[in-house]
Protein backbone atom coordinates (compact mmCIF):
# COMPACT_ATOMS: atom_id res chain seq x y z
CA UNK A 1 0.00 0.00 0.00
CA UNK A 2 2.79 2.24 0.77
CA UNK A 3 4.45 1.73 -2.56
CA UNK A 4 1.16 2.59 -4.46
CA UNK A 5 0.90 5.69 -2.42
CA UNK A 6 4.32 6.84 -3.28
CA UNK A 7 4.11 5.83 -6.87
CA UNK A 8 0.68 7.90 -7.04
CA UNK A 9 2.80 10.82 -5.03
CA UNK A 10 5.86 11.04 -8.02
CA UNK A 11 2.81 11.27 -10.65
CA UNK A 12 2.88 14.37 -13.07
CA UNK A 13 0.51 16.91 -12.86
CA UNK A 14 -0.76 15.88 -16.62
CA UNK A 15 -1.30 12.22 -15.75
CA UNK A 16 -3.72 12.89 -12.80
CA UNK A 17 -5.67 14.99 -15.11
CA UNK A 18 -6.00 11.97 -16.93
CA UNK A 19 -7.12 9.88 -14.00
CA UNK A 20 -7.90 6.37 -15.20
CA UNK A 21 -8.74 7.62 -18.80
CA UNK A 22 -5.37 7.32 -19.17
CA UNK A 23 -5.35 3.26 -19.60
CA UNK A 24 -6.16 1.14 -22.72
CA UNK A 25 -8.34 2.70 -25.56
CA UNK A 26 -10.61 1.86 -27.91
CA UNK A 27 -7.60 2.12 -30.70
CA UNK A 28 -4.98 0.24 -28.49
CA UNK A 29 -7.88 -2.30 -27.91
CA UNK A 30 -9.19 -2.75 -31.58
CA UNK A 31 -5.40 -2.48 -32.85
CA UNK A 32 -4.71 -5.12 -30.79
CA UNK A 33 -7.28 -7.06 -32.15
CA UNK A 34 -6.45 -6.64 -35.90
CA UNK A 35 -2.83 -7.94 -35.04
CA UNK A 36 -4.36 -11.17 -33.31
CA UNK A 37 -6.60 -11.80 -36.12
CA UNK A 38 -7.05 -11.83 -39.58
CA UNK A 39 -8.50 -8.68 -40.91
CA UNK A 40 -9.94 -8.36 -44.51
CA UNK A 41 -11.49 -5.52 -44.49
CA UNK A 42 -9.91 -2.41 -42.49
CA UNK A 43 -12.87 -0.01 -41.93
CA UNK A 44 -11.71 0.89 -38.56
CA UNK A 45 -9.64 4.43 -37.68
CA UNK A 46 -9.93 7.20 -40.02
CA UNK A 47 -6.85 7.22 -42.41
CA UNK A 48 -7.08 6.23 -46.56
CA UNK A 49 -5.52 2.84 -47.22
CA UNK A 50 -4.37 4.86 -50.33
CA UNK A 51 -1.43 7.21 -51.38
CA UNK A 52 -1.77 11.13 -51.49
CA UNK A 53 -3.01 12.64 -55.26
CA UNK A 54 0.61 12.70 -57.50
CA UNK A 55 0.70 16.53 -57.52
CA UNK A 56 1.46 16.20 -53.74
CA UNK A 57 3.53 13.84 -54.09
CA UNK A 58 5.35 15.26 -56.52
CA UNK A 59 5.35 18.39 -54.71
CA UNK A 60 6.77 16.79 -51.79
CA UNK A 61 10.08 15.51 -53.66
CA UNK A 62 10.64 18.75 -55.52
CA UNK A 63 10.77 20.21 -52.13
CA UNK A 64 13.18 17.67 -50.72
CA UNK A 65 15.35 18.55 -53.73
CA UNK A 66 15.43 21.77 -53.83
CA UNK A 67 19.33 22.89 -53.19
CA UNK A 68 18.46 26.67 -53.02
CA UNK A 69 15.80 26.48 -50.50
CA UNK A 70 16.91 23.15 -48.57
CA UNK A 71 13.73 22.88 -46.60
CA UNK A 72 15.54 20.70 -43.90
CA UNK A 73 16.45 22.62 -41.41
CA UNK A 74 14.01 24.40 -38.80
CA UNK A 75 11.53 27.06 -40.08
CA UNK A 76 9.59 30.18 -38.48
CA UNK A 77 8.33 28.27 -35.26
CA UNK A 78 5.13 30.20 -36.10
CA UNK A 79 4.22 28.75 -39.29
CA UNK A 80 6.54 27.98 -42.57
CA UNK A 81 6.18 31.72 -44.32
CA UNK A 82 5.05 29.94 -47.74
CA UNK A 83 2.72 27.90 -46.03
CA UNK A 84 1.51 30.59 -43.77
CA UNK A 85 0.81 33.12 -46.78
CA UNK A 86 -1.23 30.42 -49.07
CA UNK A 87 -2.93 29.45 -45.91
CA UNK A 88 -3.83 33.16 -45.45
CA UNK A 89 -4.96 33.83 -49.40
CA UNK A 90 -7.13 30.99 -49.14
CA UNK A 91 -9.20 31.81 -45.48
CA UNK A 92 -9.43 35.07 -46.97
CA UNK A 93 -11.90 33.86 -49.61
CA UNK A 94 -13.38 31.15 -46.66
CA UNK A 95 -13.93 34.38 -44.29
CA UNK A 96 -14.47 36.85 -46.46
CA UNK A 97 -11.91 39.44 -44.95
CA UNK A 98 -8.21 39.61 -45.17
CA UNK A 99 -6.12 37.63 -43.51
CA UNK A 100 -2.62 38.05 -41.99
CA UNK A 101 -0.18 35.36 -42.79
CA UNK A 102 1.81 36.48 -39.56
CA UNK A 103 -0.43 37.59 -37.16
CA UNK A 104 -3.72 35.54 -37.97
CA UNK A 105 -1.83 32.00 -38.62
CA UNK A 106 -0.25 29.72 -36.25
CA UNK A 107 0.99 25.92 -37.62
CA UNK A 108 1.41 22.85 -35.89
CA UNK A 109 2.18 19.10 -35.83
CA UNK A 110 -1.64 17.96 -36.77
CA UNK A 111 -4.75 19.48 -35.99
CA UNK A 112 -4.82 17.56 -32.74
CA UNK A 113 -1.65 19.77 -31.41
CA UNK A 114 -3.63 22.80 -32.93
CA UNK A 115 -6.49 21.95 -30.71
CA UNK A 116 -3.96 21.45 -27.69
CA UNK A 117 -2.22 24.87 -28.24
CA UNK A 118 -5.62 26.27 -28.52
CA UNK A 119 -6.97 24.99 -25.28
CA UNK A 120 -3.36 25.15 -23.16
CA UNK A 121 -3.56 28.97 -24.13
CA UNK A 122 -7.66 29.17 -23.20
CA UNK A 123 -8.23 27.31 -20.32
CA UNK A 124 -7.36 26.95 -16.75
CA UNK A 125 -8.12 24.71 -13.78
CA UNK A 126 -12.20 25.26 -13.01
CA UNK A 127 -12.99 26.51 -16.15
CA UNK A 128 -15.27 24.42 -18.37
CA UNK A 129 -15.47 23.41 -22.16
CA UNK A 130 -18.79 22.51 -23.98
CA UNK A 131 -18.85 19.56 -26.07
CA UNK A 132 -21.56 18.14 -28.56
CA UNK A 133 -22.09 14.62 -27.72
CA UNK A 134 -21.23 12.26 -29.53
CA UNK A 135 -17.59 13.54 -30.20
CA UNK A 136 -14.53 12.93 -31.14
CA UNK A 137 -13.06 10.88 -28.18
CA UNK A 138 -9.69 13.04 -27.58
CA UNK A 139 -11.41 15.69 -26.87
CA UNK A 140 -12.18 15.11 -23.74
CA UNK A 141 -8.12 14.43 -22.34
CA UNK A 142 -7.47 17.31 -24.45
CA UNK A 143 -9.97 19.52 -22.18
CA UNK A 144 -8.46 17.38 -19.00
CA UNK A 145 -4.73 18.49 -19.85
CA UNK A 146 -6.27 22.08 -20.28
CA UNK A 147 -7.16 21.54 -16.31
CA UNK A 148 -10.86 21.68 -17.75
CA UNK A 149 -14.39 20.16 -16.93
CA UNK A 150 -15.61 18.89 -19.76
CA UNK A 151 -20.11 19.83 -20.02
CA UNK A 152 -21.32 17.49 -22.48
CA UNK A 153 -24.56 18.83 -24.75
CA UNK A 154 -26.23 15.21 -26.22
CA UNK A 155 -27.39 15.81 -29.95
CA UNK A 156 -30.71 14.24 -30.31
CA UNK A 157 -31.18 11.59 -32.50
CA UNK A 158 -34.47 11.86 -34.52
CA UNK A 159 -35.37 9.05 -36.29
CA UNK A 160 -37.23 9.10 -39.42
CA UNK A 161 -39.65 6.85 -38.25
CA UNK A 162 -41.49 5.97 -35.24
CA UNK A 163 -42.57 2.50 -35.96
CA UNK A 164 -39.68 0.64 -37.53
CA UNK A 165 -35.55 0.95 -37.45
CA UNK A 166 -34.23 3.71 -39.46
CA UNK A 167 -31.64 6.37 -40.03
CA UNK A 168 -32.16 9.60 -39.13
CA UNK A 169 -31.00 13.03 -37.84
CA UNK A 170 -28.41 14.31 -34.79
CA UNK A 171 -30.10 17.66 -33.67
CA UNK A 172 -28.77 20.19 -31.35
CA UNK A 173 -31.39 20.82 -28.83
CA UNK A 174 -30.83 24.98 -28.44
CA UNK A 175 -32.60 25.02 -25.20
CA UNK A 176 -30.33 21.67 -23.85
CA UNK A 177 -27.09 24.21 -24.91
CA UNK A 178 -28.13 27.38 -23.14
CA UNK A 179 -28.89 25.50 -19.85
CA UNK A 180 -25.18 23.76 -20.40
CA UNK A 181 -23.53 27.12 -20.19
CA UNK A 182 -22.30 29.76 -18.20
CA UNK A 183 -19.99 32.13 -16.88
CA UNK A 184 -17.45 29.17 -16.23
CA UNK A 185 -17.54 28.05 -20.13
CA UNK A 186 -14.53 29.38 -22.08
CA UNK A 187 -14.74 27.28 -24.76
CA UNK A 188 -17.30 25.46 -26.95
CA UNK A 189 -15.85 22.32 -29.65
CA UNK A 190 -17.42 22.79 -32.86
CA UNK A 191 -16.86 20.15 -35.18
CA UNK A 192 -18.33 20.07 -38.67
CA UNK A 193 -18.60 18.01 -40.52
CA UNK A 194 -18.74 15.86 -37.53
CA UNK A 195 -17.10 12.34 -36.79
CA UNK A 196 -18.15 10.26 -35.53
CA UNK A 197 -21.49 10.73 -36.86
CA UNK A 198 -21.10 12.43 -40.23
CA UNK A 199 -23.38 15.47 -39.27
CA UNK A 200 -23.45 19.20 -40.68
CA UNK A 201 -24.34 21.38 -38.10
CA UNK A 202 -26.86 24.31 -40.24
CA UNK A 203 -26.18 27.82 -40.34
CA UNK A 204 -29.43 27.86 -37.70
CA UNK A 205 -27.76 25.72 -35.22
CA UNK A 206 -24.45 27.62 -35.32
CA UNK A 207 -26.63 30.65 -35.04
CA UNK A 208 -28.17 29.09 -31.90
CA UNK A 209 -24.23 28.43 -30.59
CA UNK A 210 -23.33 31.78 -31.05
CA UNK A 211 -26.45 33.24 -28.80
CA UNK A 212 -25.23 31.06 -26.50
CA UNK A 213 -21.68 32.99 -26.33
CA UNK A 214 -24.07 35.71 -24.84
CA UNK A 215 -24.49 34.19 -21.64
CA UNK A 216 -21.00 33.09 -21.13
CA UNK A 217 -18.22 35.46 -20.57
CA UNK A 218 -16.47 37.33 -22.94
CA UNK A 219 -13.30 35.38 -23.21
CA UNK A 220 -15.65 32.52 -23.97
CA UNK A 221 -14.18 31.18 -27.51
CA UNK A 222 -15.34 28.85 -30.30
CA UNK A 223 -12.82 26.20 -30.75
CA UNK A 224 -13.53 24.85 -34.51
CA UNK A 225 -12.54 21.85 -35.68
CA UNK A 226 -12.80 22.12 -39.77
CA UNK A 227 -10.56 19.31 -41.25
CA UNK A 228 -13.48 17.12 -43.08
CA UNK A 229 -14.77 20.50 -45.26
CA UNK A 230 -13.73 19.65 -48.13
CA UNK A 231 -15.55 16.07 -47.63
CA UNK A 232 -18.97 17.94 -47.82
CA UNK A 233 -20.37 14.89 -49.91
CA UNK A 234 -24.18 15.59 -49.20
CA UNK A 235 -24.42 19.19 -48.73
CA UNK A 236 -27.78 21.31 -47.18
CA UNK A 237 -30.58 21.20 -49.61
CA UNK A 238 -32.09 23.86 -48.23
CA UNK A 239 -30.86 27.30 -49.52
CA UNK A 240 -31.63 29.16 -45.58
CA UNK A 241 -29.10 26.30 -44.42
CA UNK A 242 -26.13 27.23 -47.41
CA UNK A 243 -26.32 31.18 -46.53
CA UNK A 244 -22.57 32.49 -45.93
CA UNK A 245 -21.05 29.07 -47.06
CA UNK A 246 -17.38 29.22 -48.45
CA UNK A 247 -16.99 29.79 -52.31
CA UNK A 248 -14.57 27.03 -51.91
CA UNK A 249 -16.30 24.34 -50.04
CA UNK A 250 -19.55 23.51 -51.20
CA UNK A 251 -22.17 22.97 -48.36
CA UNK A 252 -19.75 23.96 -45.75
CA UNK A 253 -19.91 27.30 -43.84
CA UNK A 254 -17.22 28.47 -41.31
CA UNK A 255 -18.21 29.58 -37.73
CA UNK A 256 -15.69 32.46 -37.74
CA UNK A 257 -17.50 33.91 -40.80
CA UNK A 258 -20.89 34.58 -39.33
CA UNK A 259 -22.14 38.36 -37.86
CA UNK A 260 -19.32 38.87 -34.75
CA UNK A 261 -17.69 35.41 -34.40
CA UNK A 262 -14.52 36.30 -36.00
CA UNK A 263 -13.11 37.35 -32.90
CA UNK A 264 -14.22 34.99 -30.59
CA UNK A 265 -13.44 31.88 -32.87
CA UNK A 266 -10.00 29.91 -33.29
CA UNK A 267 -10.21 28.08 -36.62
CA UNK A 268 -8.49 24.20 -36.93
CA UNK A 269 -7.58 22.16 -39.82
CA UNK A 270 -4.99 20.12 -41.21
CA UNK A 271 -3.98 18.77 -44.93
CA UNK A 272 -3.86 15.12 -43.69
CA UNK A 273 -7.67 14.47 -44.20
CA UNK A 274 -8.16 16.46 -47.71
CA UNK A 275 -4.80 15.27 -49.48
CA UNK A 276 -5.05 11.61 -48.44
CA UNK A 277 -2.16 12.09 -46.16
CA UNK A 278 -2.58 11.96 -42.14
CA UNK A 279 1.40 10.91 -41.63
CA UNK A 280 2.07 14.61 -43.35
CA UNK A 281 0.96 15.73 -39.66
CA UNK A 282 0.69 19.45 -40.53
CA UNK A 283 -2.35 21.60 -38.79
CA UNK A 284 -2.94 24.95 -38.64
CA UNK A 285 -4.97 27.56 -36.33
CA UNK A 286 -6.78 30.42 -37.98
CA UNK A 287 -8.04 33.56 -35.96
CA UNK A 288 -7.94 37.11 -34.83
CA UNK A 289 -4.87 38.09 -33.68
CA UNK A 290 -5.30 38.86 -29.86
CA UNK A 291 -6.23 34.61 -29.86
CA UNK A 292 -3.29 33.46 -32.36
CA UNK A 293 -0.72 35.37 -30.71
CA UNK A 294 -1.33 33.51 -27.68
CA UNK A 295 -0.25 30.00 -29.19
CA UNK A 296 2.58 31.89 -30.79
CA UNK A 297 3.79 32.34 -27.64
CA UNK A 298 3.64 28.66 -26.58
CA UNK A 299 4.83 26.63 -29.75
CA UNK A 300 8.27 26.99 -29.08
CA UNK A 301 8.27 25.80 -25.62
CA UNK A 302 5.57 22.46 -27.20
CA UNK A 303 7.21 21.98 -30.73
CA UNK A 304 9.86 24.53 -32.29
CA UNK A 305 8.24 23.87 -35.51
CA UNK A 306 6.15 21.56 -37.48
CA UNK A 307 8.16 19.93 -40.01
CA UNK A 308 10.44 22.43 -42.77
CA UNK A 309 9.85 19.77 -45.15
CA UNK A 310 6.54 18.50 -45.22
CA UNK A 311 4.76 22.65 -44.81
CA UNK A 312 7.10 23.49 -48.05
CA UNK A 313 5.48 20.32 -49.81
CA UNK A 314 1.95 21.75 -48.45
CA UNK A 315 2.61 25.30 -49.84
CA UNK A 316 3.63 24.03 -53.36
CA UNK A 317 0.48 21.65 -53.24
CA UNK A 318 -2.36 23.80 -52.52
CA UNK A 319 -2.18 25.70 -55.49
CA UNK A 320 -1.77 22.50 -57.15
CA UNK A 321 -5.29 21.32 -55.99
CA UNK A 322 -6.96 24.49 -57.40
CA UNK A 323 -6.26 23.08 -61.13
CA UNK A 324 -8.16 20.55 -63.53
CA UNK A 325 -8.08 17.59 -62.23
CA UNK A 326 -8.57 13.61 -63.45
CA UNK A 327 -11.33 15.03 -65.62
CA UNK A 328 -12.44 17.47 -62.51
CA UNK A 329 -12.62 21.20 -62.30
CA UNK A 330 -10.13 20.84 -59.51
CA UNK A 331 -8.82 18.22 -56.82
CA UNK A 332 -11.39 19.11 -54.26
CA UNK A 333 -14.33 18.63 -56.92
CA UNK A 334 -12.87 15.01 -57.43
CA UNK A 335 -12.05 14.26 -54.15
CA UNK A 336 -16.29 15.06 -53.74
CA UNK A 337 -16.98 12.58 -56.15
CA UNK A 338 -14.66 9.69 -55.03
CA UNK A 339 -16.09 10.26 -51.21
CA UNK A 340 -19.78 10.39 -52.60
CA UNK A 341 -18.96 7.04 -54.85
CA UNK A 342 -17.70 5.16 -51.78
CA UNK A 343 -20.33 6.33 -49.30
CA UNK A 344 -22.73 4.71 -51.65
CA UNK A 345 -20.92 1.76 -52.02
CA UNK A 346 -20.87 1.44 -48.53
CA UNK A 347 -24.19 2.83 -47.76
CA UNK A 348 -25.01 -0.65 -50.01
CA UNK A 349 -23.23 -3.05 -48.35
CA UNK A 350 -24.55 -2.10 -44.53
CA UNK A 351 -28.36 -1.76 -45.74
CA UNK A 352 -27.84 -5.04 -47.06
CA UNK A 353 -26.80 -6.56 -43.94
CA UNK A 354 -29.46 -5.01 -42.09
CA UNK A 355 -28.13 -1.76 -40.48
CA UNK A 356 -29.88 1.19 -40.64
CA UNK A 357 -28.06 4.24 -42.47
CA UNK A 358 -28.43 7.91 -43.38
CA UNK A 359 -30.77 8.69 -46.52
CA UNK A 360 -28.08 11.24 -47.70
CA UNK A 361 -31.36 12.74 -50.13
CA UNK A 362 -32.45 14.03 -47.20
CA UNK A 363 -29.70 14.23 -44.56
CA UNK A 364 -26.68 16.52 -45.00
CA UNK A 365 -23.60 14.48 -44.65
CA UNK A 366 -19.89 15.36 -44.47
CA UNK A 367 -16.48 13.23 -43.64
CA UNK A 368 -16.08 9.52 -44.34
CA UNK A 369 -17.48 7.83 -41.55
CA UNK A 370 -21.43 6.27 -42.02
CA UNK A 371 -22.64 6.36 -37.70
CA UNK A 372 -24.58 2.99 -38.33
CA UNK A 373 -27.82 1.73 -36.39
CA UNK A 374 -27.37 -1.82 -35.68
CA UNK A 375 -30.69 -3.76 -36.73
CA UNK A 376 -32.78 -6.30 -35.33
CA UNK A 377 -31.32 -9.04 -37.41
CA UNK A 378 -27.41 -8.21 -36.88
CA UNK A 379 -28.59 -7.68 -33.00
CA UNK A 380 -29.85 -11.94 -33.02
CA UNK A 381 -27.07 -12.74 -34.93
CA UNK A 382 -24.47 -11.55 -31.89
CA UNK A 383 -24.11 -14.11 -29.24
CA UNK A 384 -26.01 -13.00 -25.66
CA UNK A 385 -22.64 -14.27 -23.96
CA UNK A 386 -20.18 -12.30 -25.71
CA UNK A 387 -22.66 -8.79 -24.76
CA UNK A 388 -21.91 -6.81 -21.57
CA UNK A 389 -19.44 -8.22 -20.32
CA UNK A 390 -16.10 -7.18 -18.50
CA UNK A 391 -13.27 -5.20 -20.39
CA UNK A 392 -10.72 -3.16 -19.71
CA UNK A 393 -10.76 -0.47 -22.53
CA UNK A 394 -15.01 -0.25 -22.64
CA UNK A 395 -16.64 3.02 -21.49
CA UNK A 396 -17.41 1.55 -17.64
CA UNK A 397 -15.29 -1.47 -17.85
CA UNK A 398 -18.13 -3.55 -19.73
CA UNK A 399 -18.17 -4.62 -23.56
CA UNK A 400 -21.83 -2.95 -24.21
CA UNK A 401 -23.87 -4.01 -27.58
CA UNK A 402 -21.71 -1.58 -29.95
CA UNK A 403 -18.74 -3.08 -28.27
CA UNK A 404 -19.40 -6.47 -28.49
CA UNK A 405 -20.61 -6.67 -31.96
CA UNK A 406 -17.71 -4.87 -33.33
CA UNK A 407 -15.02 -7.58 -31.80
CA UNK A 408 -17.47 -10.18 -32.69
CA UNK A 409 -17.08 -8.82 -36.41
CA UNK A 410 -13.31 -8.69 -35.88
CA UNK A 411 -13.01 -12.28 -35.11
CA UNK A 412 -15.98 -13.85 -36.86
CA UNK A 413 -16.11 -12.10 -40.07
CA UNK A 414 -12.50 -10.02 -40.23
CA UNK A 415 -14.08 -6.55 -40.47
CA UNK A 416 -13.21 -4.15 -38.33
CA UNK A 417 -15.40 -1.16 -37.11
CA UNK A 418 -15.27 1.16 -34.56
CA UNK A 419 -17.92 0.53 -31.52
CA UNK A 420 -19.78 4.53 -30.75
CA UNK A 421 -19.67 4.13 -26.99
CA UNK A 422 -15.88 5.73 -26.65
CA UNK A 423 -17.73 9.00 -28.53
CA UNK A 424 -20.09 9.37 -25.13
CA UNK A 425 -19.66 9.92 -22.08
CA UNK A 426 -19.01 6.98 -19.37
CA UNK A 427 -22.71 8.35 -17.93
CA UNK A 428 -24.44 7.94 -21.32
CA UNK A 429 -23.03 5.28 -22.98
CA UNK A 430 -23.78 3.23 -19.55
CA UNK A 431 -27.26 4.19 -20.15
CA UNK A 432 -27.05 2.89 -23.32
CA UNK A 433 -27.18 5.76 -25.48
CA UNK A 434 -24.42 4.49 -27.66
CA UNK A 435 -26.15 0.58 -27.62
CA UNK A 436 -27.54 1.12 -31.94
CA UNK A 437 -24.39 2.71 -33.49
CA UNK A 438 -20.99 1.60 -34.64
CA UNK A 439 -18.69 4.27 -36.83
CA UNK A 440 -17.85 2.41 -40.03
CA UNK A 441 -15.13 4.48 -42.32
CA UNK A 442 -15.51 4.80 -45.80
CA UNK A 443 -11.68 6.12 -46.86
CA UNK A 444 -10.59 2.92 -48.15
CA UNK A 445 -10.07 1.77 -51.52
CA UNK A 446 -13.18 -0.58 -53.35
CA UNK A 447 -11.72 -3.43 -52.70
CA UNK A 448 -11.92 -3.01 -48.85
CA UNK A 449 -15.13 -2.00 -49.12
CA UNK A 450 -15.95 -4.77 -51.53
CA UNK A 451 -14.25 -7.05 -48.70
CA UNK A 452 -16.65 -5.82 -46.30
CA UNK A 453 -19.80 -6.04 -48.52
CA UNK A 454 -18.83 -9.67 -49.19
CA UNK A 455 -18.49 -10.80 -45.48
CA UNK A 456 -21.67 -8.63 -44.13
CA UNK A 457 -23.14 -10.14 -47.38
CA UNK A 458 -22.55 -13.68 -45.76
CA UNK A 459 -23.92 -13.33 -43.00
CA UNK A 460 -27.12 -14.41 -43.25
CA UNK A 461 -25.35 -18.03 -41.69
CA UNK A 462 -26.07 -16.36 -38.74
CA UNK A 463 -29.70 -15.18 -38.80
CA UNK A 464 -32.72 -16.67 -38.80
CA UNK A 465 -33.65 -15.73 -41.76
CA UNK A 466 -32.01 -15.40 -44.81
CA UNK A 467 -30.63 -12.55 -45.95
CA UNK A 468 -29.25 -12.35 -49.72
CA UNK A 469 -25.60 -11.66 -50.24
CA UNK A 470 -24.57 -8.42 -51.29
CA UNK A 471 -23.81 -7.95 -55.26
CA UNK A 472 -22.43 -5.44 -55.92
CA UNK A 473 -20.65 -4.36 -59.38
CA UNK A 474 -17.60 -1.42 -58.24
CA UNK A 475 -15.76 0.77 -60.67
CA UNK A 476 -12.07 0.73 -60.33
CA UNK A 477 -10.60 2.99 -58.72
Not at 55 to 83: C, I, K, N, W
Request: glycine content about 8%; overall charge negative; charged content about 20%.
Amino acid sequence: RQLRMSENDNVGEATQRLGQMAGPTVWTAFGQLAQEHTIDSNLGQGFPDWTPPKFALDSLVEAALDMQQSPHQYTRTEGHPALVKQLAERYSIHMKRQIDPMKEVATSVGASQALYLSLQTLVKPGDEVILFEPFFDLYVNQVKLAGGTPVYVPLKFVSYSDTELSGGDWVLDPQVLKEKVSTKTKAIILNSPHNPTGKIFTRGEMEHIAEALELTGPDCVVLSDEVYKYIVHAPPKEPSQRKGESSLCEGHIHFASLPGMWDRTITISSAGKTFSATGWQVGWCIGPAHLISRIHRVLPYVQFCASTLIQEALARSLPKADLPYEGYESYYHYLKSKYTRKRDLLVSALTEAGFAVPDYERTPGGGFFIFARIGERMKNALPAEVVNIPNVAAPGGVARQDWALCEWLIKEKGVLCIPSSPFFSKERAMEGASDEFVRIAFCKTDETIQAAATALGMMEEDFDKTLEPVNMTLKSE
